[in-house]
Every structure is written in C-alpha cells, then in structure tokens.
C-alpha cells in the first residue's frame, strides 16, 4: 500500500471508528466526544495556520466568534432558518479572517501574534459594546425550535453526534488533501524557509493570505456549528482562552500532523475533566502533565509517533 494510501486508511479508519462509538458510549462520554468532534475541527483549522504555515496567531478566538455570532444573530434577530444562518457564519469567518490577514500580514513574528491578539481583543468588547444585541458576556441561548435543519432536531443527542462527526470528517479529511496538494507543500516550504521559497518564484503573502483565509474559515464553520448544536452563543467564546485553546490542542497532539488536533483536543478535555473529579485544583494537574508531555514528547503525540514510528504520517 503506497503512503498516500495508508494516510487516507489511516484518517478513514478514525472516522469509521467515530460513528462505531456513536452505538456503545454511555451517554455522559457521547456528550463529551459531540463536543471535542467540534472543537478539534476548530483546531484543525488553527493547524493550518500554526502547524503547516508556521505562523503563530493569537487571536483565532476572533474567528471561532465570527461564525457563532454570525448563524446565531442571523437566527435571533435575522429569522434565519439553521442552513443560511450557517452559511452567514462562514461568510463572516471567512471576511473577518481576510480583512485581519491583509493587516496582520504586514507583520511578521511577534508583531503578527500582538496583532492577531489585538484584533481579538477587540472583538469580544465589540460583543461586550453591543450587548442589546449580542447580550453580553449573558449570551443568549438558541431554542430548540430554532435548531431543526432540513426537518433534522440538532437538539437531539444523536442527530448532534453524527452532525459533529460530519463536520469533523469533512475539515479532516480536508486538511488531510491540503497538505499533499502542491499548495498545502508550499505551505509548509514557507514554514521551513521562507527565503527559500520567494527565490524560487512563489507569492508569499497570497499563500499566507489564502492559509488564513481557509484557516479562519474552518474556524468560523467551528464556532457556528458549536452555537447550533448546543444552543448557546456567548462572549467567553470570543475571549483570550479560545486562543490559547486551539493552540495548546495543536501542540499537545504534534503541530503539523493532520491527526494532532484531535488527538491534542481528545487529550486535553479528559485530562481535565478526569483531574477536575479529583480535586479543585484540577489545573496544576494538567499543568504538571503538559510540562511533562512537552519534556518528553516536544513535538506532540502524533509528533513524536511520526518521528519514532512513521516517518511518512501526514
């Protein structure tokens, strides 16, 4: 079997196995794995942004907002029905990132992470500011009348379950293609040497520009996708931590790996979920664990797997 071959099995197999655990997760763990399909494809997202451009953004939370307030706002105020609502909030993911891109991306390094988080920043105290609308750091919560797509009740556990499963089979599987077309590998050329690749003729900043675009939009498709299946758009999503978040997901399961996000992602929930039911002080346990994972696994589980096991692991 080729390698190109093995890695489509390989991230097949994972989606495959996803819908298995559809039929035998008792409920709380069937809740639990809805949420994280959702959260690792916003970290997919980042992946392609971080882990294949080399460019470390601060302010993804920005995007990941863009899209829930843009399907949410769409339903409360608009009368949207559930597909354009979703549709608005990839065009708002999708314009936000762009417009952010074309400033951000006249700076490099840790002018582009001030940058990004500036511009994050400043779009959860617009939500703040307008808060008539927005209900502040309150949010406002979507009805279940207003959660049924193509005559399909989101509300329903397991219709939730296989949407989330849809949404990360496709940015997987996505990503899974970028990478092994020749834009995805000039992608990671920038990352690797950007000089390098302007002498050999590419557009740099179009390709970073367009890695942006196509990162916050998945994104965004993320962010509106968790307010429709679980009935809730908030502020503390636009906030400082759903920055860090994406990343901390990324490095943990190996930046630049198309599994790693959700491995990072998978990781991360259950270690603090697990450490939280022990005691209250369930961060220092986490904290302790990631510096241990970083001390003896630097580049990520699927990192180190990839270094270790299978050179060739996408």
């Keep these: 079997m080729s390698g190109g071959a093995r890695a489509f099995a390989l991230h097949g197999g994972l989606i495959v196995l996803l819908f ?9 763990h069937h809740g639990n794995l809805a949420r994280i399909m959702v959260l690792a494809s916003y970290a997919v997202g980042y992946n392609i942004l971080f882990g294949y ?3 470390l953004s601060l302010g993804h939370a920005l995007f990941f907002a863009a899209g829930m307030y843009g399907m949410g706002l769409g339903i ?36 582009f992470m001030i940058v990004t988080l500036m511009f994050a920043q400043a779009g959860y105290l617009t939500i703040l500011y307008f ?37 990360f089979g496709t940015c997987l599987m996505a990503s899974l293609w970028l990478v092994r077309v020749p834009f995805g590998k000039v992608l990671v050329a920038i990352r690797e040497n950007e000089e390098r690749v302007r002498m050999l003729g590419y557009d740099i900043f179009v390709h970073k520009l367009a890695a942006m675009i196509i990162s916050g ?32 997901w990324v490095l943990l399961g190996g930046a630049g790996t198309v599994l790693g996000p959700f491995i990072g992602t998978l990781f991360m929930f259950y270690l603090i979920d697990l450490s939280s039911g022990v005691t209250t002080a369930y961060m220092l346990i986490a904290g302790v664990a990631l510096v241990l ?22």
Excluded: C, K
Aim: charged share 10%; aromatic share 10%; no cysteine.
């Design 76 to 111: 409360q105020h608009l009368g949207l029905t559930p597909a354009p609502a979703l549709l608005l909030g990839l065009v708002a993911g999708a314009v936000v990132s762009g417009g952010l891109a074309l400033l951000a991306l006249r700076t490099t390094g840790v002018a």
């Design 20 to 28: 298995v655990l559809q039929f035998v997760l008792p409920a709380y």
């Design 131 to 167: 808060g008539e609308y927005t209900r502040g750091d309150e949010g406002f919560v979507i009805q279940q009348a207003q959660r049924v797509l193509w005559g399909i009740d989101l509300s329903d556990a397991g219709n939730r379950y296989f949407a989330a499963l849809i949404l």
């Design 217 to 248: 939009t998945i994104a965004a498709a993320a962010g509106a996708s968790y307010g429709l299946l679980f009935g809730y758009a908030g502020a503390s999503f636009a906030s400082v931590q759903y920055s860090i978040f994406p990343l901390l």
């Design 293 to 314: 994972l970083t001390l003896f696994a630097p580049q990520g589980l699927m990192g180190e797997l990839r270094r270790r096991v299978w050179r060739g692991l996408p």
């Design 53 to 55: 451009t080399g460019l």
